[in-house]
């Protein structure tokens, strides 16, 4: 069965970076694009980064863009979010997903707080 399994959140103050971490199972990884997508508490879901199956094209959305960093490495199944310079409006739960949305993780949580 596929499974998505997120890691690397935690409690980091303003201006810090976290390392995401996404290990991906049970589907051919490297056939598919994937996405990062954050439920901030009391919002709804936000879509925040994508990337093509060989990692040469990327995609952000517009608040991440020069902070944030999706990475993958298809030879170990795992997908990344590097964050930095982080704001206190990114604490929200953060999953990892195939890019057309059919399969989530269930979830790693960042709380960007002083």
């Known amino acids: 069965e596929v499974q998505l399994v997120e890691s690397g959140g935690g409690l980091v103050q303003p201006g810090g970076s976290l390392r995401l971490s996404c290990a991906a199972s049970?589907?051919?990884?490297?056939?598919?694009?994937m996405s990062w997508v954050r439920q901030a508490p009391g919002k709804g879901l936000e879509w925040v980064s994508a990337?093509?199956?060989?990692?040469?094209?990327?995609y952000y959305a517009e608040s991440m863009k020069g902070r944030f960093t999706i990475s993958r490495d298809n030879a170990k199944n795992i997908l990344y979010l590097e964050m930095n310079s982080l704001k206190p409006e990114d604490t929200a739960l953060y999953y990892c997903?195939?890019?057309?949305?059919?399969?989530w993780g269930q979830g790693t949580q960042v709380t960007v707080s002083s």
């Open positions: 049970g589907f051919t990884f490297d056939d598919y694009a």
């Open positions: 990337i093509k199956w060989n990692g040469g094209i990327t």
């Open positions: 997903a195939t890019s057309e949305f059919s399969s």
